[in-house]
């Protein structure tokens, strides 16, 4: 386990100073209760008026993401917990993992979670699983703990990955993973772009890749990833005092804030 994460507002990080690019989860970092608010578009909007573009990095299917990364004030969007890039300008779907073809993987998801449903019948594919391209996702719903625990294990030993965030579980390739999608996607579209300015954001454990010090070493908890600090191995680096799109205020507010100094004669 990492050391606990430092309280944001408190620590005033000069490290944030000069961030470039914000990369955030979408579902309990940038919603109230599952729902965007006019407080969040302030946000947005605000963010890329002083030049700190944003991309979104969720786990939702390339069919919804598709959509939102159109319609809001961002640059583009991961979907499906590393699986797609969706440019804003374009909103062409561009892979960020290798298949083949995707009648045939999706065959493969199909089986593996058919399996999962002979040890817990009551699972049920999400509502968006027709929309997916390289994942296949089945509601959260009142799985505890042990049962998570259970799923990865039974994943991983016929070869699949397994995250799972406040509202869906995914069953992914081993490979697949928010970190590692948005290194590939910084080094293509945002080449200027290091590291040291990038602040990632999310709240649960389909966002771990975006904690992971050595890749991204300035990430943001808003409140409610303490509910599963228990269950990460790596934690983000600070964490807001507001929960959910409120925390993700809060850091909007630090970045604009340390802008605005910046360019202050």
């Not at 908890?221 to 600090?229: K, M």
Request: charged share 15%.
């Amino acid at each position: 386990m990492e050391n606990s994460p430092v309280p944001l507002q408190e620590s005033s990080p000069p490290a944030l100073t000069n961030i470039r690019l914000v990369a955030t989860d979408m579902d309990g970092t940038l919603t109230q209760t599952g729902k965007f608010t006019p407080a969040l578009l302030r946000a947005l909007t605000d963010l890329a008026t002083a030049e700190i573009p944003t991309v979104i990095v969720t786990g939702r299917s390339a069919g919804w993401v598709q959509g939102i990364a159109t319609y809001l004030p961002v640059v583009g969007a991961i979907a499906e917990n590393g699986g797609v890039w969706i440019p804003a300008d374009s909103g062409e779907p561009l892979p960020l993992v290798e298949i083949s073809a995707i009648a045939p993987h999706r065959d493969r998801l199909a089986h593996v979670f058919a399996q999962l449903q002979a040890t817990f019948p009551d699972l049920q594919p999400s509502t968006d699983n027709q929309f997916r391209l390289t994942d296949w996702t089945f509601d959260i719903g009142q799985l505890t703990p042990a049962d998570l625990t259970r799923i990865n294990q039974t994943c991983q030993a016929v070869g699949w990955g397994f995250t799972y965030s406040t509202v869906q579980c995914h069953i992914r390739l081993a490979a697949q993973d928010k970190g590692v999608a948005l290194q590939r996607v910084l080094q293509q579209q945002f080449p200027t772009i290091t590291a040291h300015q990038v602040v990632t954001v999310g709240d649960s454990p389909n966002d771990e890749g975006l904690f992971e010090a050595e890749r991204f070493p300035l990430s943001v908890g808003v409140a409610n990833v303490q509910h599963y600090c228990d269950r990460l191995r790596h934690l983000p680096t600070f964490i807001t005092a507001g929960a959910e799109v409120q925390g993700f205020q809060e850091l909007a507010q630090v970045l604009l804030r340390a802008k605005s100094s910046a360019a202050a004669p």
